[in-house]
């Protein structure tokens, strides 16, 4: 039996980090896997063009819950295009310092209070410093997650010319709309991308509606008028059926009359019979 926790869909994060701080990261990485709760991915190695590597790491983020950045003494300028793109996105960033506090160049945007301290040592790694960055990553999860699942959708929409069928319809709408209203002070806000997504999927949606009620009035009025039509018909079925029954009425009363009238004469024409019948030519 699958428990509920299994069913939750795992909190998705993208770590940005140095190339030299990689042993740090890749203990980081199997310490959110083993949580559970976590699907963790860093930049691909191995791609041979530079838009190839964004463009494979742009859609990372993207599908992203939420971005750990990995500052250290070496990664002044190593995560500064992940960076913009996550904040591009508007994905909720977690800082996290390996080394040396005061040798960290941090971005300005990044307040000091929300650095989570790691220690350097090898190999000894901090659970205190993972725990707290498990708990910090978990917190608003649900509308994280849906950030991110409507960011791709749009995205997606936005990559394919925009139809009308990859947009957001009846409920969904009326719950991305809801999700939207429902931000928490501390998340991050929804990306132009989001709002133009939202507004085509519902302006789109209203049309159809529109015009699926006018078919349907169209409908109905076409019905009230087949069924006046039939009324009149009937009305006329009804008069024609009286009139016909009058005729024959009229007819069995003329019938019954001449039936009448040849009973009341038989008795003549039998006697004026016996009278003509002698005035046969002869043989």
Not at 14 to 30: G, I, K, P, Q, R
Not at 154 to 177: F, I, N, Y
Not at 218 to 233: F, N, W
């Amino acid at each position: 039996m699958v428990s509920s926790a299994e069913t939750v869909a795992r909190f998705k994060v993208y770590v940005s980090y140095c190339d030299t701080d990689f042993e740090f990261v890749a203990e980081l990485v199997d310490g959110l896997k083993s949580d559970g709760r976590f699907n963790v991915a860093v930049a691909p190695d191995g791609l041979s063009t530079d838009s190839g590597w964004k463009n494979q790491v742009s859609d990372l983020i993207a599908e992203a819950d939420a971005i750990v950045l990995v500052l250290s003494p070496d990664s002044a300028e190593a995560g500064k295009w992940e960076l913009d793109c996550a904040r591009e996105m508007s994905k909720q960033v977690h800082p996290i310092v390996f080394g040396r506090l005061h040798d960290v160049q941090i971005p300005d945007d990044l307040p000091a209070a929300k650095l989570i301290q790691f220690d350097d040592r090898q190999p000894r790694f901090d659970a205190a410093a993972l725990r707290s960055l498990s708990a910090s990553l978990l917190r608003n999860r649900e509308w994280l997650q849906e950030h991110a699942r409507l960011l791709c959708q749009a995205r997606r929409w936005d990559a394919e010319g925009r139809p009308s069928h990859l947009l957001a319809r009846g409920d969904d709408v009326v719950r991305a709309k809801i999700w939207a209203l429902s931000r928490p002070d501390d998340a991050p806000t929804p990306t132009d991308m989001h709002v133009t997504f939202f507004c085509v999927s519902e302006a789109v949606d209203t049309a159809k509606h529109l015009a699926l009620a006018d078919q349907e009035e169209a409908e109905t009025i076409a019905l009230m008028q087949k069924a006046q039509a039939g009324a009149g018909l009937r009305r006329w079925a009804r008069q024609a059926f009286a009139l016909s029954g009058y005729a024959l009425l009229v007819l069995a009363l003329v019938s019954s009359s001449t039936y009448v009238v040849a009973k009341c004469t038989q008795p003549a024409l039998q006697s004026s019979a016996s009278f003509i019948l002698p005035l046969k030519r002869a043989d």
